[in-house]
């Protein structure tokens, strides 16, 4: 079983739903990632900051699966915002992935007390025309910095990744991405672990005979999200992409928006990054 794609605005073919790395080290991400792409999984999610980047590539390689049939995501530090930084970090990870190309690269953090995520983007720009990275995107961006970007460089993001699920809608921020054409990745897709004994969650669940973990994720793909959630062990890691047999109703998704607790208990990006 594989999950369905979606194209993204630089014409890569995104699996909308992908494994997440972190806090896996090299040794666990190594296995994880193997198990995952044995199962079905084509979306694996890392980054420089995880420090599990070899770890990932080793998994890609042990699983047999082809180098092109894998969408692999990484991104980069605050330290890196650069044009040229951006080349470096480019160069970093493809080393450490052992890998020719990233399919998807991200800005992790916008940093905007640095004020130079803009010229890191026009580095990715630059990647991406050269044929080095397949997409580019960003990760954690508020609105105000997409916009700043797109205005900059008329290039839009593929991506922009943000801590979203059932807790936190963020629809300020899930419109502007669709305004841009950018597709919304969901990072902690189903943290925290209390909200699974939501009832309406629960409710869901049971109608569908499915576990309450698989009703969110079903609840970020039907909303058009990508989630990327984590999980070293092989049978979660099949159940977590086997989500694609049901379908929730309206109602168990109007049920499931109205846990929202707003942002403020989001990591604000204005004052967080690295």
Do not use: C
Request: proline fraction near 6%; hydrophobic fraction near 40%.
């Amino acid at each position: 079983m594989t999950a369905p794609t979606v194209t993204l605005p630089h014409g890569l073919e995104l699996p909308t739903l992908g494994l997440g790395t972190w806090p896996m080290d090299d040794a666990e991400a190594a296995v994880a990632v193997r198990t995952a792409i044995e199962s079905g999984y084509r979306l694996v999610d890392t980054a420089e900051n995880y420090r599990n980047e070899a770890g990932v590539g080793q998994g890609l390689r042990d699983s047999g699966v082809a180098r092109e049939d894998v969408v692999v995501t990484t991104k980069l530090n605050r330290r890196w915002h650069s044009v040229e930084g951006v080349r470096q970090a480019w160069e970093n990870s493809v080393r450490l992935l052992g890998v020719d190309y990233i399919d998807l690269f991200l800005i992790h953090w916008p940093n905007p007390d640095q004020d130079t995520y803009a010229q890191a983007w026009e580095g990715l720009g630059q990647l991406l025309e050269e044929g080095k990275v397949r997409a580019i995107g960003t990760s954690n961006f508020k609105p105000a910095h997409l916009d700043r970007i797109v205005a900059a460089t008329g290039v839009v993001p593929d991506v922009n990744q943000i801590n979203l699920n059932p807790y936190a809608l963020r629809t300020e921020s899930v419109a502007a991405n669709a305004a841009h054409g950018t597709v919304t990745e969901s990072w902690s897709p189903i943290k925290p672990a209390s909200m699974l004994a939501e009832p309406a969650i629960v409710a869901a669940a049971d109608a569908h005979g499915v576990t309450p973990a698989q009703v969110v994720l079903r609840w970020h793909t039907q909303h058009g999200y990508v989630p990327i959630p984590k999980s070293s062990h092989p049978a979660r890691q099949a159940q977590n992409l086997a989500i694609f047999g049901f379908t929730l109703t309206d109602a168990e998704l109007a049920a499931i928006d109205a846990l929202d607790k707003g942002e403020s208990h989001v990591t604000d990006s204005e004052r967080f990054g690295h």
